[in-house]
């Protein structure tokens, strides 16, 4: 299976940017479809952005596009959300996901099997 550790957090200004990593290692990180997820303080956790195995595939919710870029390097075995424009609402612990068995770049979080223990981002105003 795989394990997932994210980096790249921290307090930044609105207005301003942040890049995320999350950096995979057990297995075979082109197999996985790979997730953003990120949870603000007594809230849900929420879909940000998706991409497919091969990178070509992406998808991102509509309160980060254009402001977000999710990417990937398989040969790093890394995924990135590129963070422009931030907000005070883009405040929260942000978690990567994974999954080897789904074809789809779903935003639910129940089809993602693994997850990294999150990093946090604070945007302050």
């Known amino acids: 299976q795989v394990q997932l550790v994210e980096s790249g957090g921290g307090l930044v200004q609105a207005g301003g940017s942040l890049r995320l990593s999350c950096v995979a290692s057990?297995?075979?990180?082109?197999?996985?479809?790979m997730g953003w997820f990120r949870q603000a303080p007594g809230k849900e956790r929420e879909f940000v952005a998706a991409i497919s195995r091969t990178g070509v595939g992406l998808r991102c919710a509509d309160s980060v596009l254009g402001r977000f870029t999710i990417s990937r390097d398989n040969a790093k075995n890394t995924m990135y959300l590129q963070m422009s424009s931030l907000k005070p609402e883009d405040t929260a612990v942000y978690y990567c996901?994974?999954?080897?068995?789904?074809?789809?770049?779903?935003?639910?979080?129940?089809?993602?099997?693994?997850w990294g223990q999150g990093t946090q981002v604070t945007v302050s105003s």
């Open positions: 996901a994974a999954d080897r068995l789904k074809t789809i770049l779903s935003m639910k979080t129940y089809n993602y099997k693994y």
């Open positions: 057990g297995d075979t990180f082109s197999s996985y479809v």
